[in-house]
């Protein structure tokens, strides 16, 4: 089963920062953030009672890694 985990990344001119804009994924992707490219369906990251869709928490550590790098080389 292939998927593909959707994140939106937003730069705030203001504060000269990357992050992880979890608000603008809810409000662009209400059905969740994880595309089963078999049937088409939308999952949630997150199902609730510390229960996370399969790789959903690495994925999410390794994009969090990523923005850190993004904001340490800054100019």
């Not at 001119?13 to 088409?40: C, H, K, R, V, Y």
Request: no cysteine.
């Amino acid at each position: 089963m292939s998927k593909q985990h959707h994140y939106i990344i937003s730069y705030n001119t203001g504060s000269g920062q990357w992050e992880l804009d979890a608000e603008a994924e809810q409000a662009f992707m209400p059905d969740g953030t994880i595309l089963d490219l078999e049937n088409a369906s939308w999952y949630r990251d997150y199902s609730g009672d510390g229960e996370f869709y399969p790789e959903a928490e690495r994925l999410s550590e390794i994009i969090s890694k990523a923005i850190k790098q993004l904001n340490e080389g800054k100019q």
